[in-house]
């Protein structure tokens, strides 16, 4: 009986840590990003748990398409585009997925990564 309690609990949290997405959320609203998206700098609340040596670490890829500052007690994140156009904006699809960003929340809507990208930053 308790081989049967203890398996039955790690299948449960198993599927529990499995099924948690990490979520950024975007600052602005769905009227009003298209103000970041004009000027270049876009702010992002990275999930708990992201780290400033994982940020640098992965933004250090990005430097010809952006730059990155992120201070690690609010997860805030400010990117600033070194070229603001849509290939370059398409980069930021990576850096999110490279800190396991895999759904941007924007105003009281989630999307995934690829789709916050063809709405949004395209």
Known sequence: MKKLFTFLLVVTC???SFGQ???AVAEGTETTFSEAV???VFYFILPEGTS???VKKNSAYYTNFFTVEYDATTRKS???MVDNS???RHVIVRFLISN????VKLGATEYTVSEFYEKYLK
């Open 14 to 16: 198993s599927f529990l």
């Open 21 to 23: 997405e990490n979520q």
């Open 38 to 40: 004009a000027s270049g």
């Open 52 to 54: 400033a040596e994982e």
């Open 78 to 80: 400010t990117i600033k």
């Open 86 to 88: 849509a290939e370059s």
């Open 100 to 103: 396991k960003v895999r759904t």
